[in-house]
């Protein structure tokens, strides 16, 4: 982590059905034109598997920012720039509300036009173009296929990991789509990458343990966005400031206390992580290119 007052967070996890996700999109990637990531705007890179990437080398990406009405838009600006530059098309949605997915099939059409002419130089003018929908648990990816399709075609749901197999879901428009499992890797290399899908719900919250969580998240929001902080618990952040003091003051200020006056950290901790996904700390991207 950059900053030596951040706790360390033991993040355990238990992947269950993913090593057979892997398997499966292994098995199938051959029979796509192109793959599709969707990605959370709020943590763009931790959000990005690494084991995707690798599966999916040597097709045509389109990554879909999901997720960009809760993310800051200026960080967003410049997450969409930079990868633009590495060579991928770049989708920003908002799949609740169906913000963006309208440019999905036009986005698809244009990534893969020189597949489409070579079909036509076949006579093959009329086969459908193939999409992989990959990311991790919990992107929003079901809710994005739903919309793109217009239709309750895939299962969604805020809790990671529900879709459990391969789906074909054929669009109109001449696209079908290939909805896969979310996968997670094997094992967090870096805490602050375990933290950041902690903290947007990618990894059940079961597997950490919710005060250092919070109490890092704080550090985060002091470096990243102390506006926010001073808005919503009215606590001034100094350079200084330690998250479990931080914590505390927040707790303090909203008069979540124990015994003898002492500060409920665990509800606190709770309170902060349920107030951020629900938005009402603004629009926060977590990390920066």
């Known amino acids: 982590m950059p900053d030596p007052a951040y706790e360390k967070l033991n993040i355990q996890w238990y992947p269950g059905h993913m090593t057979k996700a892997r398997r499966m999109i292994e098995e199938n990637i051959s029979l796509v034109d192109a793959v599709c990531e969707v990605l959370d705007a709020r943590i763009p890179s931790a ?9 999916s080398e040597g097709k045509p990406r389109l990554v879909v920012l999901n997720r960009c009405d809760l993310a800051d838009p200026s960080a967003t600006a410049l997450w969409r720039c930079t990868l633009e ?12 509300s169906g913000k963006g997915v309208n440019a999905f099939v036009p986005a698809v059409r244009r990534l893969l036009a020189d597949r489409r002419k070579a079909f036509e130089e076949k006579g093959q003018a009329g086969r459908a173009l193939r999409i992989m929908i990959l990311g991790i648990p919990n992107v929003g990816k079901s809710t994005l296929i739903n919309k793109i ?28 789509l290939l909805d896969t499992p979310g996968i997670l890797w094997p094992k967090f290399d870096s805490q602050e990458v375990g933290e950041l899908l902690a903290v947007t719900s990618a990894v059940k919250t079961e597997v950490f343990d919710t005060e250092t969580l919070a109490a890092n998240f704080m550090l985060r929001l002091r470096d990243l966005y102390p506006a926010a902080l001073q808005e919503r618990y009215k606590i ?39 107030e951020y996904h629900e938005g009402k700390l603004g629009r926060l991207t977590l990390e920066r290119p």
């Open 85 to 96: 530059e590495s060579g991928v098309a770049v989708l920003e949605t908002d799949a609740r």
């Open 149 to 176: 399709a217009g239709r309750k075609a895939a299962l969604a749901s805020d809790r990671p990991g529900v879709t459990r197999g391969k789906q074909w879901i054929a669009l109109s428009e001449g696209i079908d």
């Open 236 to 274: 001034t952040p100094s350079s200084s400031s330690d998250g479990f003091e931080l914590l505390e003051a927040a707790a303090l200020k909203r008069g979540f206390l124990i015994s003898r006056g002492e500060a409920d950290l665990n509800r606190m901790a709770n309170t902060l992580l349920r």
């Open 47 to 55: 959000s990005a598997n690494p084991d995707i990437r690798r599966l």
